[in-house]
T-cell receptor, first 113, second 112 residues
Framework: NAGVTQTPKFQVLKTGQSMTLQCAQD?????MYWYRQDPGMGLRLIYY???????DKGEVPNGYNVSRLNKREFSLRLESAAPSQTSVYFC????????????FGPGTRLTVL | EDKVVQSPLSLVVHEGDTVTLNCSYE??????LLWYKQEKKAPTFLFML????IEKKSGRLSSILDKKELFSILNITATQTGDSAVYLC????????????FGKGTKLSVKP
């Protein structure tokens, strides 16, 4: 049982390049989330998906797109990376059983030069 | 304006000390308040609090929620170097979506 997995772990991009961050969960959760974490800013929600086939904007969606490929996978795409997108990105999925909480992946550290 | 405020932002203690971390919030209509521990990687779940005045306990960690005064505290007794981490507080406010608002965290450093 791997929980939430993310790839890649690290990435360096040049301004203007594009890339996709991958996330998968094996817990059969309906809801999945993408966050970014910056020093002094805490975790901020970029996009979320309440169920397969639906996505919605969070607090900081500009410059990002997402795809909920199936129940397991939720990807985040940067079409034209900017230095302001340098951050650590976390994917999470939500358990709504006895404890309603989110479980996080290990993160992707992205640097945009 | 931040809806979830944690204090202090950082704290240095010695092994064996007891610490209290604070989380105050402005949102009055929410499903639960969550505490996470973040070491070098992903946040890991500690507690979920839904009712005021009921303490949740796990080993040396305990937490309580006060819905009247709009705050929660996380206590750690007999601290160990392994408790060094950033502790995050979050509100589950997003109805059926379960969206979370996070505080900026408290960085705890426990010296031997």
């Amino acid at each position: 049982n791997a929980g939430v997995t993310q790839t890649p772990k690290f990435q360096v991009l040049k301004t203007g390049q594009s890339m996709t961050l991958q996330c998968a969960q094996d817990m059969n959760h309906n809801s999945m989330y993408w966050y970014r974490q910056d020093p002094g800013m805490g975790l901020r929600l970029i996009y979320y998906s309440a169920s397969e086939g639906t996505t919605d904007k969070g607090e900081v969606p500009n410059g990002y797109n997402v795809s909920r490929l199936n129940k397991r996978e939720f990807s985040l795409r940067l079409e034209s990376a900017a230095p302001s997108q340098t951050s650590v990105y976390f994917c999470a999925s939500r358990s709504t059983g006895a404890t309603d909480t989110q479980y996080f992946g290990p993160g992707t550290r992205l640097t945009v030069l | 304006e931040d809806k979830v405020v944690q204090s202090p932002l950082s704290l240095v203690v010695h092994e064996g000390d007891t610490v209290t971390l604070n989380c105050s919030y402005e949102v009055t209509n929410f499903r639960s308040l969550l505490w996470y521990k973040q070491e070098k990687k992903a946040p890991t779940f500690l507690f979920m609090l839904t009712s005021s005045g009921i303490e949740k306990k796990s080993g040396r960690l305990s937490s309580i929620l006060d819905k009247k005064e709009l705050f929660s505290i996380l206590n750690i007794t007999a601290t160990q170097t392994g408790d060094s981490a950033v502790y995050l507080c979050a509100l589950n406010y997003g109805g059926s979506q379960g969206n979370l608002i996070f505080g900026k965290g408290t960085k705890l450093s426990v010296k031997p």
